[in-house]
């Protein structure tokens, strides 16, 4: 079973940036197209960035060009790089593979007006 561990998250003024990491304890990165997700209190689970095996990459259209999916293959973590953070970013983070279920605790991002 692959445990994924998000960090990285905090508070931050609006117009800040934050780095979330997701380190696997195995080599997923090369296999599984992987993704970034949030939940905002009050609201379902969404995708905002996902990343395939190959490096493709895809964003929602609320955080396109504000945020950036990377991926480190040999260390087994992956990033999300966010910039000008809006209040409405605001929401647990996550990482996970595409289509699977299982969820780690996630990292809180508090972005404060």
């Known amino acids: 079973q692959v445990q994924l561990v998000e960090s990285g998250g905090g508070l931050v003024q609006a117009g800040g940036s934050l780095r979330l990491s997701c380190a696997a304890s195995?080599?997923?990165?090369?296999?599984?197209?992987m993704g970034w997700y949030r939940r905002a209190p009050g609201r379902q689970r969404e995708l905002v960035a996902a990343?395939?095996?190959?490096?493709?990459?895809n964003y929602a259209g609320s955080v396109k060009g504000r945020f950036t999916i990377s991926k480190d293959n040999a260390k087994n973590t992956l990033f999300l790089q966010m910039n000008s953070l809006k209040p409405e970013d605001t929401a647990v983070y996550y990482c996970n593979r595409l289509g699977f279920a299982t969820w780690g605790q996630g990292t809180q991002v508090t972005v404060s007006s």
């Open positions: 990343i395939t095996s190959g490096g493709n990459t």
């Open positions: 195995g080599s997923i990165f090369n296999i599984n197209a």
